[in-house]
């Protein structure tokens, strides 16, 4: 059974910076393309960033585009993602999300993709 578990959101101020973490067990971590989406009220699930199994390559969302960063630790099974410059639109509940197929090996940035997903952590930018 594997399991994605996300932690690090909270309440920032806008300009400020956060660090989500996506940790997964249950399988072999470096056999998934990982992603990152966030969903906002009233709003539908959307891509944030993937990642590659090896790491490389990244993709992005252009709204994050130059402020956000994907990045992966195969050894901890964890991967991250890092947020600067955040604004208050960036509020939202952020999702990490993994796939194993070998055809997304390089990750995607549709939702379908995604076999596994965790249960989400808020991020909250106050203006």
């Known amino acids: 059974q594997v399991q994605l578990v996300e932690s690090g959101g909270g309440l920032v101020q806008a300009g400020g910076s956060l660090r989500l973490s996506c940790g997964v067990s249950?399988?072999?971590?470096?056999?998934?393309?990982m992603g990152w989406f966030r969903q906002a009220p009233g709003k539908e699930r959307e891509f944030v960033a993937t990642?590659?199994?090896?790491?490389?390559?990244?993709v992005y969302s252009d709204s994050v585009k130059g402020r956000f960063t994907i990045s992966r630790d195969n050894a901890q099974s964890t991967v991250y993602l890092r947020m600067n410059s955040l604004k208050p639109e960036d509020t939202a509940v952020y999702y990490c999300?993994?796939?194993?197929?070998?055809?997304?090996?390089?990750?995607?940035?549709?939702?379908?993709?995604?076999?596994?997903w965790g249960q989400g952590t808020q991020v909250t930018v106050s203006s």
């Open positions: 999300a993994a796939v194993q197929r070998s055809s997304y090996s390089s990750g995607s940035d549709q939702r379908r993709a995604y076999d596994y």
């Open positions: 990642i590659a199994r090896s790491g490389i390559p990244t």
């Open positions: 249950g399988g072999t971590f470096s056999n998934y393309a």
